[in-house]
């Protein structure tokens, strides 16, 4: 396991290759299969090597600090509001926090399968575990405060201004929501196995349907706002602070950027197969990209 301060060889390695600049679009070299990506309260980014059972730190302005063990296969990435790092595990169904230096501070038990994860504003960690329909809700310390059951296959997790948890779950086409405290809410219907879900600056949650090739945006209530139709299947959602959306095309290999009314504004080519994203203080949108080894900068201004 890696876990000293000092640069490994793989970081030496990063460290001399150069980023590649295209059309606003930045690319860092990162390990084999990056797929999760975060963004600390420092503004560094970390990104989950999933062949490679590691880590990797990035300065804001991608110069690689250092690359850590994460566990077996790491997936979804989330850092929490004291700069810890929590990376899911899918095939030991558990969950490794990393402190900000890249140290092993546990593992934590949680469902078959976990996939994403995200920090709610309480500084509890909420785990998507897509193969048993489950939802874990961790304590700052690691200790299991709750799993709760969902709909089937859920894949990515959004916490509103409420506290609220919204479940994308792919399988049965829906979103579920949960109370702060892990009750169901309600059960609504979207499009055709959604893959990414976010919440914008209103309160609204946007959903991306990936087989329909769309995105659909509805009210904490479940009333329909709008639907959006794009060129290319989406996936994984950021939003800005100004309420704008991206989201990534795993297939397509780009990122679309939409206006907070639906209206798409730009696409970038990121690399092959991006899946997670990231938004950094900057308004710089992180996208590892799998198979083609990088993280992918995206300056959306």
Known sequence: MIRHALPSLFCLALLAAPAVASGGVTRFAAGDGPAGVAVDPGGNVWVANTLANTITKFSSLGEPRGTYGAGPSPMGVAADRAGNVWVANPPSSVVTKLGGGGWTLGTYRVGAGARALTVDAFGAVWVANADDATVTKL??????????????????????????????????????????????????????????????????????????????????????????????????????????????????????????????????????????????????????????????????N
């Not at 939003?239 to 780009?254: D, L, N, Y």
């Open 139 to 300: 304590a700052e310390n690691g200790e299991v405060l709750g799993t709760f059951n969902v709909n089937a296959r859920p894949v990515a997790l959004a916490v509103d201004h409420e506290g609220c948890v919204w479940v994308a779950c792919a399988y049965d086409n829906t979103v579920v929501e949960l109370s702060p405290s892990g009750a169901p809410l309600g059960i609504f219907r979207v499009g055709n196995n959604p893959t990414g879900i976010a919440v914008d600056p209103e309160d609204n949650l946007w959903v991306a349907n990936t087989n329909d090739y769309s995105l659909t945006r509805f009210t904490r209530r479940g009333m329909p706002i709008g639907t959006y139709q794009l060129e290319v299947p989406p996936g994984a959602i950021a939003i800005t602070p100004q309420g704008e959306v991206c989201t990534a095309s795993w297939a397509a290999g780009k990122v679309v950027h939409l206006n907070g009314a639906g209206k798409v504004v730009a696409t970038f080519s990121v690399g092959a197969a991006p899946e997670f994203m990231a938004l950094d203080p900057r308004d710089n949108l992180w996208v590892a990209c799998g198979l083609n080894n990088c993280v992918a900068r995206v300056a959306l």
